[in-house]
């Protein structure tokens, strides 16, 4: 399409012209992602100058309507905007679980007014959001939360816990499932919007093997939501939630990320070569099942947009993306020797690798594990028999 070669053509011209050069080289790990948010001190100026331009444009979530803060991209533009950043291995702009997460579900299920406000704060970087969902004794079995919300006439009182809040000592507010009727237990839950800085919620950070405490427990103890917080309606939060899963869990694939995670063949032998021929075999093997899985995600992401995705098809995602990059890191690891496993030297940037390594081990279990992503896969695609 000529009108397609065109906005190529200019969004190429633009982004040689206002992509820093550091903004293309690879994110090694999550420090060299820009989060937004209140508190947010950016990693350097070329980090700054390039979240400013983008967020001027519209960029940072081009294909939400432009009233909404974004660019107003159709499918077609946002994958030719998709294809431009990773031929220059342009890093996003902003990264955040309001543009993954809350953003697409605010889209469908919010109101003007929420669109207006959440949105464009979402797309300018404003607030930071993290996610409030599981419990101590609801994880896969997310329907069986407990956290409560007693009505209280024009807002309402919450008292619980949360566990494994992402960054919930770093977010600025909170998408909650929050139980509002204790008799129905999937049409008794509420999708309530909540600032962290409301008297009575509290974070504990939980430490990690790779050293890092990227989430927290959070808890609830009589904290007061206006009535108008609620996505959705009344005791229908579980459409909400699902929803949102869905997107959740495309984005925890890595489908549509690009290069980003792609193959590591070419890359390593340019690196110096692999000796090892099984090593070498490993890697083809790898590198191949990465080339299908891109085919794979970029049909997905072009049926999803175009309304003509099997709604259970992210889950088909979750699943081969994240054992695939568990996969990836354990082949680097490999292909790094011994050296890999340092922890602490300024040469491997303080045990990039291992710590890289040792946090896809939750890949699989983030936004559902690999056991519940086959329980979906068999019983609402392949329409296998079973509980
Ligand atoms: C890095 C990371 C970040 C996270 N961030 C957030 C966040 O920001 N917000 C949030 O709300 N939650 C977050 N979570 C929590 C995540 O959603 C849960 O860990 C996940 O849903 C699994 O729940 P669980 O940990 O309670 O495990 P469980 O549900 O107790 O599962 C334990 C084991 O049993 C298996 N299992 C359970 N049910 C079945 C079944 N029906 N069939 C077969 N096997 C089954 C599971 O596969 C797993 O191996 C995060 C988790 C991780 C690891």
Redesign the pocket.
């Known amino acids: 399409m000529p009108e397609l070669a065109e906005f190529r053509a200019e969004i190429r011209v633009w982004l040689d012209a206002h992509c820093p050069p550091a903004m293309r080289q690879p994110v090694q790990d999550e420090a060299d992602l820009c989060w937004g948010g209140r508190r947010w001190v950016f990693a350097s100026d070329d980090q700054r100058r390039w979240f400013d331009v983008c967020v001027a444009k519209g960029y940072t979530v081009p294909d939400w309507p432009i009233a909404y803060g974004g660019a107003g991209f159709d499918a077609a533009q946002a994958k030719v905007w998709r294809e431009e950043c990773a031929r220059i291995g342009a890093r996003p702009p902003l990264s955040s ?1 309001g543009i993954w997460m809350l953003g697409p579900a605010l889209l469908k299920f919010g109101t003007e007014d929420q669109k207006v406000h959440y949105l464009g704060q979402i797309a300018r970087g404003e607030v930071r959001w ?5 419990e101590p004794g ?5 329907v069986s939360l407990q956290t409560f919300g007693e009505d209280r006439g024009d807002h309402w009182l919450v008292n619980g816990q ?7 000592d770093q977010a600025d507010w909170i998408f909650c499932l929050v139980r509002t009727d204790k008799a129905d237990r999937y049409h008794g839950i509420s999708f309530l919007l909540f600032d962290m800085t409301t008297p009575g919620v509290t974070t504990r950070p939980i430490r990690l093997i790779s050293g890092s405490s ?2 927290c427990e959070t808890f609830f103890d009589d904290v007061v939501v206006p009535k108008h917080q609620i996505v959705g309606a009344v005791n229908r939060g579980w459409d909400v939630a699902k929803y949102l899963l869905g997107h959740e869990r495309e984005m925890i694939s890595g489908a549509g990320a690009g290069e980003r995670r792609t193959t590591i063949g070419a890359t390593l032998a340019r690196a110096g070569g692999i000796a090892n021929p099984v090593q070498r075999a490993d890697l083809a093997h790898f590198d191949i099942d990465a080339l299908a899985f891109a085919a794979m995600g970029e049909k997905f992401l072009d049926e999803a947009r175009s309304g003509r995705a099997h709604p259970a098809q992210p889950n088909m995602l979750k699943y081969a993306g994240t054992e695939l990059n568990k996969r990836r890191h354990e082949l680097l690891m490999g292909a790094g020797g011994s050296a890999a496993l340092e922890w602490d030297s300024a040469a491997t940037r303080g045990g990039a690798a291992a710590r890289g390594w040792l ?1 896809t081990k ?1 890949n699989s ?8 992503m086959l ?1 979906v896969i068999a019983r609402r695609i392949l329409d296998l028999p079973g509980g």
């Open positions: 679980f993290c996610q409030g969902y599981s609801a994880g896969s079995d997310l949360k566990i494994w809040t992402s960054y919930a990227p989430f946090r939750a279990i983030e936004g559902g594990t690999s056991e519940v329980n």
